[in-house]
């Protein structure tokens, strides 16, 4: 179609600017520390078929997977106005139990189907299972937490209270879970109220081709980022330590065949799926596939569903890259995806040594705490994922003790910790010289020393430690 590309910028700042307002919501009214303050959440706004539009500057890792979540509610569900679906369900389109998905319709006057949906995932510090924190060493999915196939928890603007309280005694902490969820309820709401605004004030008709624009857009820029790169196959390999209980590596192996504008990306050789709980449902490999290949384009683009359209990706059944039922996958969501972004980095950077880094810290350094408070007499669950060094960068060092690649969460400030927990932050820090050196360094870890209050259970999953 042809379009004013003026036009389109506004309809892109516009529709970005709703995903963006979504996740105040959360920022703002949130109960969790790791909600409101670390942002481990993510907005997107998508078009009546379901498929991706925009998205808010929020966590890859979310993004890339939540149009499978979408997809499953539309598959399972027959929204009506005021309607919002539920799910976790990492093999119904999640990524791990903890991350919760609400998904609205937005419907228009005169129209019988839903013409859009909003949604939003967030992190909850606790969702049962065997463990504080909902991040055990698990060895299939049932001792992880609680699991929400797509249900409707709002029926016509009502609350399923009883959905409600089922989720809420299946939890450590109902208090906090239940303010987490009623603001993820209003964040899809607002979400709502602000594109019947955008169609009150455009039209639908031009909506609906803008989104569309949108989208072809990505597309051809993603393809043009493609094309700059030489024609050919690239292999790599890398592995996670192990997984808990068996010892000894996992290997993922990837082969990157790009061709014209086109790339297909096959995870054949990959170690099968193990007794732990680094699986990796196929919705994380498709986020972390996702991301590399949208960062890869300079330009501002929206991340949406034109981005995928260049991809091909083949990720055998029951690997530790597309786990099959009933595996345990709370850490693949965020240990394993974290290496299949260094194996596809790593291919890459034999096409495009120009533009790919060295390996970052590659972990998320999970750490979950949880007890009982004897002051505020009642249980706690902290989660928080560490940040560490970014590896260095063609033409520079990397950064410094951040989030990086599939997390874009911040570290809890440490008064916004010592408040909400019987916890005292005894150190935060850099830790100097631990990046690697060389012409540009890697980027330096972080120290991060903790004193319990009381008696507390610890969980740490991580790697390459």
């Known amino acids: 179609m042809d379009y004013d590309p003026i036009k389109l910028e506004i309809f892109k700042n516009a529709l970005i600017s709703i995903a963006e307002e979504m996740g105040a919501v959360l920022r703002r009214a949130a109960y969790s520390p790791n909600i409101k303050e670390r942002q481990d959440f993510s907005c997107a706004i998508f078009d009546g078929q379901g498929k991706m539009v925009v998205q808010g500057e929020h966590l890859p890792v979310h993004l890339g997977s939540m149009p499978l979540s979408v997809a499953q509610v539309i598959q399972d569900l027959d929204l009506g106005p005021d309607d919002v679906a539920i799910l976790n369900d990492p093999y119904r389109g999640g990524t791990h139990l903890p991350d919760i998905t609400m998904v609205a319709p937005v419907y228009v006057p005169g129209e019988e189907v839903p013409v859009f949906f909003v949604a939003n995932r967030a992190h909850h510090a606790d969702v049962g299972g065997m463990t504080w924190g909902s991040m055990p060493l698990a060895t299939e999915i049932y001792q992880e937490g609680l699991i929400i196939p797509p249900l409707k928890l709002v029926n016509r603007g009502q609350l399923d209270v009883g959905l409600m309280k089922l989720i809420l005694a299946n939890v450590r902490t109902p208090e906090e879970r239940e303010g987490d969820l009623i603001t993820q309820w209003s964040s899809d709401t607002l979400g709502t109220r602000r594109l019947l605004e955008i169609v009150s004030k455009y039209g639908l008709t031009q909506v609906r081709e803008y989104m569309k624009a949108l989208q072809q857009y990505a597309e051809r820029m993603v393809r043009a980022a493609i094309a700059q790169l030489p024609d050919g196959t690239y292999c790599f390999e890398d592995a996670l330590d192990d997984d808990g209980i068996d010892s000894g590596p996992i290997k993922i192996r990837v082969r990157v065949s790009i061709k014209h504008d086109d790339v297909t990306v096959d995870f054949t050789g990959t170690d099968t799926q193990v007794k732990g709980s680094l699986n990796a449902v196929y919705a994380v490999t498709l986020s972390a596939v ?61 096409a495009a040594p120009h ?111």
Do not use: W
């Open 355 to 465: 533009l790919i880094p060295a390996a970052s810290s590659g972990t998320m350094n999970n750490v979950t705490i949880g007890g009982f408070d004897p002051i505020r007499k009642a249980p706690f669950s902290y989660y928080e994922t560490i940040g560490g060094g970014m590896g260095a960068r063609p033409n520079k060092n990397g950064l410094n003790g951040i989030h990086t690649h599939m997390t874009n969460t911040l570290n809890t400030p440490v008064e916004a910790l010592e408040s909400a927990y019987p916890l005292r932050v005894m150190a935060y820090c850099l830790r100097h010289n631990s990046g690697g050196a060389g012409v540009f360094k890697g980027g330096e870890g972080i120290r991060r020393e903790i004193k319990f209050l009381c008696e507390a259970k610890v969980t740490v999953l991580s790697d390459r430690r």
């Open 290 to 350: 996702a991301y590399v290949f949208r960062v890869l384009v300079q330009d501002d683009i929206p991340f949406n569903a034109g981005c995928m359209a260049p991809l091909k990706v083949i990720a055998p059944r029951g690997t530790v890259v597309n786990a099959s039922f009933p595996a345990a996958v709370v850490g693949g969501n965020v240990e394993t995806s974290q290496r299949i972004v260094d194996v596809l980095l790593g291919a890459l950077s034999q």
